[in-house]
């Protein structure tokens, strides 16, 4: 499966972004897809992740009610809407895909399949 991250973009503290995560695979339903963040210098890090249905998420504590992911399966699209940004969210943003793991599997080597990166930058 193909992924295509979009949506970053330079926004001021409190700003709000969506991103998104297109996918080329017909059995995209089949598929938990996950968004990692990496800022310069450190580790890729977990951020959210949704299930099959999109009922099931889970959220690293960092953006827990700040940040909102969803899935459109019709669209083939995955969604992580942020709110209340602040200049730590700052980083370049992956949406990843897997059919097996579990939402709640925060290492970043569970996914398989990964999209290039969208930059966000949050400004002080």
């Known amino acids: 499966v193909q992924l295509q991250a979009s949506g970053g973009g330079l926004v001021q503290t409190g700003d709000s972004l969506r991103l998104s995560c297109a996918a080329s695979a017909r059995t995209f339903s089949n598929y938990v897809v996950g968004w990692f963040r990496q800022a310069p210098g450190k580790e890729r890090m977990f951020v959210a992740a949704?299930?099959?249905?999109?009922?099931?998420?889970y959220y690293a504590d960092s953006v827990k009610g700040r940040f909102t992911i969803s899935r459109d399966n019709a669209k083939n699209t995955v969604y992580l809407q942020m709110n209340s940004l602040k200049p730590e969210d700052t980083a370049v943003y992956y949406c990843?895909?897997?059919?097996?793991?579990?939402?709640?599997?925060?290492?970043?080597?569970?996914?398989?399949?990964w999209g290039q990166g969208t930059q966000v930058t949050v400004s002080s």
């Open positions: 949704v299930g099959w249905t999109g009922g099931n998420t």
């Open positions: 990843a895909a897997d059919r097996i793991v579990v939402v709640t599997n925060t290492n970043p080597s569970a996914y398989d399949y």
